[in-house]
Structures are given as C-alpha cells and as structure tokens.
C-alpha cells in the first residue's frame, strides 16, 4: 500500500474488554513496530517486529499486552481485560529494513477505555 | 539504557529567523539519533537522521541537526522559520542496532507571521 495503515482509527471500550489494534506496514517493509503515546508526550516503545519474528517486547507494559505478525505482515496489538489508563494513541511503523533506518508511521488508533 | 531530552516544551520564533529545537542523548555505544515532525491530526513524519560520517545533517524542508558527541546533543536548525513549520517535533535516539528507538516529550514550535 501508499502507506501504513491502522485500524480501527477510533476505539471506545469498556473497562474489562479485550480490544485488538490492527497494522498493516507498508508492502515488502521487513520491520515494524508498536509505540504507545499518551496525550502530550512522545512515542513510546512497544514492541518490534523482524519479519515475523518479535525482536523485542522490553516496552510491553505488562501481560495483559501482546503482538503477533504471523506472516511477517500484518500485525496485531492485543490489550486484554483494558483498564481506563490503556487509554492512548497507539501508533504503528514500518520500515524497509533492519537496523537504524527511516520509520514510517501510521496514523494511529486513538483507544478509549471508558 | 538510551534516553533523550527535549528540554523545551514549547518554542516560538518569528518567520523569517532562524530556529532551533534542542536536543540531548544518553546512550551507550554509538548513537542513532533522529527528528521527527508531527502536524496535527497527522502521523509522525521523518526528517532527519545521524548515523555517522558528517556531523552537519540534512533533512526535509530545509532543516538540519548537529551531532556533537562531546556534549551528546543533537539539536535541530533551520536558517528561517516558515509560519508552516509550526509543529510538534520529536528527538529520538536508537542503540548500535538500531532497533529500539526511544523518543523524547516533544518540542512545541510556533512560528509566528
């Protein structure tokens, strides 16, 4: 695709749900990755995926988050049993490939928790 | 661990002179550091980067950033500010490899007609 792509854009949950957070990277890019960003601050890091492998889940703030990328493309964020403070922009990116390069970002889901 | 500082929240300057948008860096190894720019409504969008050779960078729309490993800054620069420029700006800095990026608070800049 032209770009990264999220969906939904907009989310509103009850306390106590599960939601699912979908990306879908620009095509061929090998790496992506999850970022959380509270109202007034910067990105901050999830997560990240090498084709489909998770390289790192350091910034999963606890187990109630987790990532898929089964077929090194689209990606999942899954946030179980939310609670009011999951409230937040969740932001996906891509890149062509590993290591220092340009990330491509998404235009987010903002997810409220209600 | 790798961090980063954007001591300024907010910077205002008039159109026409020039800007800066500070940043500071605390990584082991060598860094990666980064600027994005994030208009509103909108998603971040890359500028520029440092991974090694010059310590002058440029990047889109006339900006440019410094390296200077002495002081671990990396400070973000255009000669003069265009009304547009007005944004939220991000400083961000990744380890040796690459992989995990870490993002500063973000800058406010205004620029002001």
């Known amino acids: 695709g032209a770009g990264v792509s999220q969906s939904p854009r907009y989310k509103v949950t009850k306390r106590g749900q599960d939601v699912a957070l979908r990306c879908d990277p620009i095509s061929g890019h090998v790496s992506l990755y999850w970022y959380r960003q509270a109202l007034g601050q910067g990105p901050e890091f999830l997560t990240y995926?090498?084709?489909?492998?998770?390289?790192?889940k350091s910034g999963l703030p606890n187990d109630r988050f987790s990532a898929e990328r089964p077929e090194g493309s689209i990606s999942t964020l899954t946030i179980q049993r939310t609670e009011q403070r999951d409230s937040a922009m969740y932001r996906c990116a891509s890149s062509s490939y590993t290591g220092a390069v340009t990330q491509y970002f998404g235009p987010g889901t903002r997810l409220l928790v209600l | 661990a790798q961090s980063v500082a954007q001591p300024e929240d907010q910077v205002n300057v008039a159109e026409g002179n020039p800007l800066t948008v500070k940043c500071t860096y605390s990584?082991?190894?060598?860094?990666?550091l980064f600027w994005y720019v994030q208009y509103p409504n909108r998603g971040l969008q890359f500028l520029l980067k440092?991974?090694?050779?010059?310590?002058l960078v440029k990047g889109s729309y006339g900006f440019e950033a410094e390296f200077n490993k002495s002081q671990t800054s990396f400070h973000l620069k255009k000669p003069s500010a265009l009304v547009s420029d007005s944004a939220l700006y991000f400083c961000?800095?990744?380890?040796?490899?690459?992989?995990?990026?870490?993002f500063g608070a973000g800058t406010r800049l205004f620029v002001k007609a």
């Open positions: 995926f090498n084709y489909e492998a998770q390289q790192d």
């Open positions: 440092y991974i090694t050779g010059d310590n």
């Open positions: 990584v082991s190894g060598n860094p990666y």
């Open positions: 961000a800095v990744s380890d040796t490899g690459g992989f995990k990026t870490i």
